[in-house]
Every structure is written in structure tokens, then in C-alpha cells.
């Protein structure tokens, strides 16, 4: 005669079958509703914006040699008392390139660009720039 346990919910083998089952045919709708959410979330984010954290904020202090005069040492002084652009860029970054004719566009329409090249040789920035604007 079976136990009252083993009667009422099938016998005591049964239940890590029911779980592997369970695990097994579970795992993969779990998974699809997790990016089913994901990707609807993504549907309602704009493609467009791109946050930075540097908005509205005061330029750090630092000292950097000019790319055109080595001798030359700029600070955050020189390029205090009028709205500018301030673009971080390196020979070597593939979106740098991407968006420097809109840069050169826009310095074409009068906006004040400021580039600061980041970790990059001297000689390979110069020759960007001749060659690129």
C-alpha cells in the first residue's frame, strides 16, 4: 500500500522527473520572454541620443602641449569666455573619422571646435589634419 505522500502527488521518483522536465522545457520560454523584454524595451529608445556626462559642466584643469607648437603649453584658461565644441579624437578611432567632415562642416557654419587628440603620435595627428582638415 503506498504512502499517503506517494499518493497524492504520483511516487517520490516521479518528482525529479517532473523538475528535469520542467527545467528543461522551462529554461528556454524563461529565456525567450527575458529578451522578448529586451528588445521591446529597445523599440522605445532613441537611436539618436547620446548622453554625456560632460554637458553643462565646467572644463577640467589641465596643461597640454600644442599639437602645431610643441613649446607652446594650453590650459583650460585658453579656451574660457565663449560657447565651443570640444572633441575628443585619435587617428586610430574609426568613429572620429566617421564624424569629421560634419566637423568641418560645422566649423564652416561659424561654431567654435576645439580638438584635443587623445593618446596618440604627434606626427600621425598632424598629418590627420592636413590631409583631412
Known amino acids: ?10 511516487t517520490l521518483e516521479e518528482k525529479p522527473v ?9 529554461s ?3 529565456l525567450f520572454l527575458a529578451m522578448s523584454w529586451f528588445l521591446l524595451q529597445g ?13 553643462d559642466k565646467p572644463l577640467p584643469t589641465f596643461q597640454l602641449p600644442s599639437l602645431h607648437n610643441v613649446k607652446q603649453t594650453l ?5 574660457t569666455g565663449e560657447p565651443a565644441l570640444l572633441n575628443v ?8 573619422r566617421v564624424e569629421h567632415g560634419m566637423l568641418n562642416q ?6 567654435v571646435i ?9 606626427k600621425s595627428a598632424r598629418h590627420y589634419l592636413k590631409t583631412l582638415g
Open 43 to 55: 523599440l522605445f529608445n532613441d537611436p539618436q541620443y547620446l548622453p554625456s556626462a560632460r554637458i
Open 89 to 96: 579624437w585619435a587617428t586610430w578611432c574609426p568613429s572620429c
Open 28 to 30: 528556454p520560454f524563461i
Open 106 to 111: 560645422l566649423a564652416e557654419q561659424g561654431v
Open 114 to 122: 576645439y580638438g584635443l587628440n587623445y593618446k596618440d603620435d604627434t
Open 75 to 79: 590650459t583650460e584658461k585658453d579656451f
Open 1 to 10: 500500500m503506498p504512502s499517503q505522500n506517494e499518493s497524492e502527488s504520483g
Open 18 to 26: 517532473q523538475f528535469r522536465r520542467l527545467l528543461l522545457f522551462g
